[in-house]
């Protein structure tokens, strides 16, 4: 399981490699890892936003987008994102307008992906409100 310095490393690396980046497709190879909005219209949402802003809360990552909405990504215990990435094997690939990709790959199927809209707070979230103060 990445432990919370390992989630910040995560964070300070997507930084530096998407932060900016137009997204233009997405492509679920798994529809499971997906908890919200259903698959569609997670793909449907995302596509033609870009990537304005990279948070941490507790092992949780946070990608804010142009439109306001938020990709929440909590990677679990097998969970990873790996770019540049290949678009095959992965769980879900996001493809840039520069032609590169980011893959969430999750071995175990525990990780998890979901888009909060602009005005959804993070704490009433579930599985973000109970977790512990950094």
């Keep these: 399981m990445p432990e919370l310095p390992e989630v910040e490393t995560i964070k300070r690396e997507l930084e ?3 932060l900016g ?3 233009v497709e997405v492509c679920v190879h798994k529809p499971t890892v997906i908890r ?3 698959v569609k219209e997670f793909k449907k949402i995302l596509q033609g936003l870009t990537i304005k802003n990279i948070l941490r ?3 949780v990552l946070i990608l804010e987008l142009s439109d306001g909405k938020s990709l929440v990504i909590h990677l ?3 969970g990873q994102l790996i770019y540049p990435g290949e678009g095959k094997n ?3 690939s996001f493809h840039f307008s520069d032609g590169t990709i980011l893959d969430f790959n999750d071995q ?3 990780g ?3 888009i909060l809209r602009k005005k959804q707070k993070l704490n009433p979230c579930l599985w973000i409100r109970h977790l512990c103060p950094e």
């Design 21 to 23: 980046k137009k997204i």
């Design 76 to 78: 679990k215990m097998t």
């Design 57 to 59: 809360k507790a092992k």
């Design 90 to 92: 992965s769980r879900v």
């Design 108 to 110: 175990r199927l525990f």
């Design 16 to 18: 530096k490699a998407v």
């Design 112 to 114: 998890e992906l979901r």
């Design 36 to 38: 919200q909005p259903p």
